[in-house]
């Protein structure tokens, strides 16, 4: 069964900071653009960052300077690596994976992420 699984988020407090990992299961990972959206209550999804098949990577003005999105192609994984975590990062965390070429285009189950003191 074609999957992409993510980390478990969790609590953290400000300035603090955590990985998320997104593994894809039944297919290539590499072959992606991997992206990271993140959403609250009423709100639109916002794109966090977003990294090629190329491992070219881009970010929201929102977390540029404090979030970090790498692949690792062995482990067949995105992560996102949050630093200096503020209130603000405080949402749930979902990861997509698209390839236009196939016509593919896969979600993650969601992952909260509490920044909170």
């Known amino acids: 069964q074609v999957q992409l699984v993510e980390s478990r988020g969790g609590l953290v407090q400000p300035g603090g900071s955590l990985r998320l990992s997104c593994t894809a299961s039944?297919?290539?990972?590499?072959?992606?653009?991997v992206n990271w959206f993140r959403q609250t209550p009423g709100n639109e999804l916002e794109l966090v960052a977003r990294i090629t098949s190329a491992a070219r990577a881009n970010y929201g003005d929102s977390v540029k300077g404090r979030f970090t999105i790498s692949r690792d192609n062995v482990e067949n994984t995105v992560y996102l690596q949050m630093n200096s975590l503020k209130p603000e990062d405080t949402a749930l965390y979902y990861c997509?994976?698209?390839?236009?070429?196939?016509?593919?285009?896969?979600w993650g189950q969601g992952t909260q992420v509490t920044v909170s003191s």
């Open positions: 039944k297919f290539t990972l590499s072959r992606f653009e």
């Open positions: 997509n994976a698209i390839n236009v070429y196939f016509d593919a285009n896969y």
